[in-house]
């Protein structure tokens, strides 16, 4: 893809996600139903704070695009695809996929339907569906330097541990889960329930490692070949 593109897919990206989360910080104070931003507002919800990560990706994305020189070097195109590979990718993905699978199987425990009042579906597919393709549109766009697996684990299990103990936190303060589901584990459970969670999230950082790899080894080959 040309360095245009390229561009006008971070920029609108970006401008995307910023719009989404004003939206939604602008609900903050306004009369929803209870616990939804009782203690810690959106922060606490990962939905709202992958949003944010994706935002601040693709603006990374933008303003490394408009670096003159040689990005590939660059400290500031490094940052990003850090980001891009151990967070934005596999916590977006994650977010998509545990969130439709609870919502169908019981969408009270995850999104009670009190919420269609305040929220329109509109915006709930803009947190909850259009992550996806527009983070595969991303590996399509351009390659990223993956770090080695067990560096990008372990940054994902103290991000993954400190969500924990957030959410736990804010039950502790205010006796409500972020979650309705949560509330149906024990603590052995919810144990149980963080490390699948995090089983899950591993997995897709190797699939975002493999789709890069796969995208970008054919194209190099491809450009080798027609310089045959």
């Known amino acids: 893809m040309t360095s245009t593109l390229r561009r006008v897919y971070h920029i609108t990206a970006f401008s995307w996600y910023a719009f989404i989360v004003k939206s939604l910080a602008a ?28 935002m601040t990706f693709f603006g990374l994305a933008t303003v490394n695009d408009l670096q003159p020189g040689k990005k590939s070097e660059s400290t500031l195109n490094r940052c990003k695809d850090l980001l891009f590979s151990v967070f934005a990718f596999p ?7 545990l969130f439709w699978t609870i919502f169908a199987y019981d969408r009270e425990l995850v999104y009670p339907a009190t919420i269609d009042t305040f929220f329109p579906p509109w915006m ?5 569906t259009f992550v996806l393709p527009v983070l595969l549109g991303e590996v399509l766009v351009q390659p990223h330097t993956y770090p080695q697996t067990k560096h990008a684990l372990a940054a994902l299990g103290v991000v993954g541990l400190s969500y924990l103990f957030w959410i736990v936190w804010v039950y502790l ?13 024990s603590t052995n459970g919810l ?35 027609k310089a045959k």
């Not at 606490?44 to 944010?52: A, E, G, P, R, V």
């Open 173 to 185: 303060s205010v006796g409500i889960w972020v979650y309705p589901l949560l509330g149906h584990f």
């Open 91 to 97: 916590v977006g993905m994650f977010v998509v996929l």
């Open 124 to 128: 709930n597919h803009a947190m909850h």
């Open 27 to 54: 609900k903050d104070g306004e009369e929803l139903p209870p616990g939804i931003f009782v203690y810690g507002g959106p922060w606490k919800y990962l939905t709202f704070l992958n949003l944010l990560l994706q």
């Open 191 to 225: 144990m149980g329930f963080f490390f699948f969670n995090m089983s899950v999230v591993t997995l897709l950082y190797v699939l975002g490692d493999k789709l890069n790899s796969h995208v970008w080894s054919k194209g190099r080959n491809r450009m080798t070949t």
